[in-house]
């Protein structure tokens, strides 16, 4: 599990691609200090596993459901990513549950600034839309972030100068694919309240018939 708040800011220094499926090699320091093998780590919100380290980042595996569903897809030698370590047991909360299972992929559609904040307003798919609640939590290439506006088919933030600095979202540009991980809290209470489907049962073959012509 994660909180959102990003650690670091790493450098794709490689992808190596297979027929559906691709390792990505990625240079990073502050993560790197307690990180081990078999460890997760989000990157740009995604859950992934490092499957190997080096004296200056990790690698790890990206699978075909992976790259289909987020926008790891698109990164390259030399792309900016956000990086976060799991939340240890003793670690402040500082954003919110992400769990590093993006719903969908998101574009930006406009960027405004507004006196020190920055408005990014964000198209969506409706199955993510339909999670996304004003001042509720949504995750934005696993950054944890406060929904300001929520229209038909997009919603907005509004980000303040710290947080474009130190992630990846301060050099995102209008066009540019995000991963978004809504509220794994509305999932939840969704679930719940929809009824549970009937059970059905086969109808038995054993009848009276039956055990009459079998000598029963």
Known sequence: MFTG?????????????????????????????????????????VCLTATGLTGHGFTADVMHETLDRSALAGLGPGSPVNLERAMAANGRFGGHIVAGHVDGVGTIAAIEQD????????????????????????AIDGISLTVARVE???????????????????RRRVGDRVN?????????????????PELKTKESKLTMDFLSKHGF
């Open 180 to 196: 978004l991980e809504s509220d794994i809290i509305g999932k939840y209470v969704e679930r719940l309240l929809r009824p549970a």
């Open 5 to 45: 708040i990003i650690e670091e800011l790493g450098t794709v220094e490689r992808v190596t691609r297979g027929r559906v499926s691709a390792v990505i090699a990625i240079r990073a320091e502050h993560i790197l200090s307690d990180l081990k093998i078999g460890d997760s780590v989000a990157v740009n919100g």
């Open 115 to 138: 006196d020190n904040a920055i408005w990014f307003t964000i198209t969506a798919p409706a199955q993510v839309l339909r999670y996304v609640v004003e001042k509720g939590s949504i």
């Open 152 to 170: 038909t088919d997009r919603f907005a933030v509004s980000v303040i100068p710290h947080t474009a600095a130190v992630t990846l979202l301060g």
